[in-house]
């Protein structure tokens, strides 16, 4: 089991939006100006976690990026849209309005009946569901204390044993897309 862009299509019904995309940030040691998060008012490392609307499963993970420097819609823009295909968005949080309505599905920008915007709640609900259970993890919840390469490597390691549960009946509740 390896976290792939790929798994994205798991289960397609040939919809155009087959991923829910958010970023997160964990407390860092003082780095500096440039990775100060406004979220913790301290230093941070801020990451992009994209899952499968169909699965729920974690499909790409980017980051560390410098919180001071890189917003959800930045980080969005120089990596995970260089691979989705032709036409194919993503659903987000207010925070990716940037690139909405042809990259992005997100509250603010798509007019539709009430049923589908309860559904994309849900879904950016199960985004929220992930997150939380990748700060259960101590390493991610206290300041990260150790040499600014090994964060990537550290979260890679939290995401794929937190994909482990996911796909061993810790799953996240199921949503209808």
Known sequence: MKILLDNRFLHD?????????????????????????????????????????????????????????????????????????????????????????LRVKCPMCVTCPQERKYMMKLVRNRQETCNKCLKQWNILVHTFCHNITDPRDVFASVCFITQLAINNSKSLFSVEY
């Open 13 to 101: 019904e040939g919809t155009d939006c087959l991923l829910s995309v958010d970023g997160t940030d964990f407390l860092a040691p003082n780095y500096g100006e440039k990775w100060y998060s406004h979220k913790f008012k301290h230093s941070g490392l801020h990451y992009e976690v994209a899952l499968s609307i169909k699965t729920g499963w974690i499909c790409w993970i980017s980051g560390p990026h410098q919180p001071g420097l890189w917003n959800d819609v930045e980080i969005f823009r120089s990596s995970l849209v260089t691979f989705l295909d032709p036409g194919e968005c993503v659903e987000a949080d207010h925070g990716y309005i940037g690139e909405a309505p």
